[in-house]
């Protein structure tokens, strides 16, 4: 994998994050901060989805998708219980555990074939 498309993957996966964050602290305020946590998370989220969109211009969809959406599920997981403290069960610990290991066996070994995403042209 090249190393932009890891960059993308990261990238995504930290913007996702900070726009879910930005998202739940609008939510407990009132106001123009709620405004501005909200506007803050939606320009993150932008961001993130510009990310995963180049992402997927060099490399498998299944594995993007995976590596992207997993990774950011799991570490927004681990962000709200660190900065929120919101507690998990330790069925819910086994289960981001478990989709964290999913993500390394997605991106294990890659499909045999690459289909080549074409361009549209005018």
């Given at each position: 994998m090249?190393?932009?498309t890891?960059?993308?993957?990261?990238?995504?996966v930290?913007?996702y994050?900070?726009d879910?964050v930005?998202?739940?602290y609008?939510?407990?305020?009132?106001?123009?901060?709620a405004f501005w946590?909200?506007?803050?998370?939606n320009?993150?989220g932008?961001?993130?989805?510009v990310m995963?969109t180049?992402a997927?211009?060099?490399?498998?969809p299944?594995i993007?998708f995976?590596?992207?959406q997993?990774?950011?599920?799991?570490?927004l997981?681990?962000?709200?219980?660190?900065?929120?403290?919101v507690p998990?069960s330790p069925?819910q610990w086994?289960?981001v555990?478990?989709?964290a290991i999913?993500?390394?066996?997605?991106q294990?070994?890659?499909?045999?074939?690459?289909?080549?995403?074409?361009q549209?042209t005018?």
């Amino acid at each position: 994998m090249k190393w932009f498309t890891v960059l993308m993957i990261f990238g995504f996966v930290a913007f996702y994050t900070g726009d879910n964050v930005c998202l739940r602290y609008s939510s407990e305020r009132a106001g123009w901060p709620a405004f501005w946590w909200f506007a803050v998370g939606n320009v993150l989220g932008f961001i993130a989805t510009v990310m995963l969109t180049f992402a997927l211009k060099a490399q498998h969809p299944n594995i993007i998708f995976a590596l992207a959406q997993g990774g950011g599920f799991c570490v927004l997981q681990l962000a709200s219980f660190y900065i929120f403290r919101v507690p998990l069960s330790p069925l819910q610990w086994a289960g981001v555990i478990l989709i964290a290991i999913g993500i390394f066996c997605v991106q294990s070994k890659p499909p045999a074939t690459h289909v080549a995403v074409q361009q549209a042209t005018p």
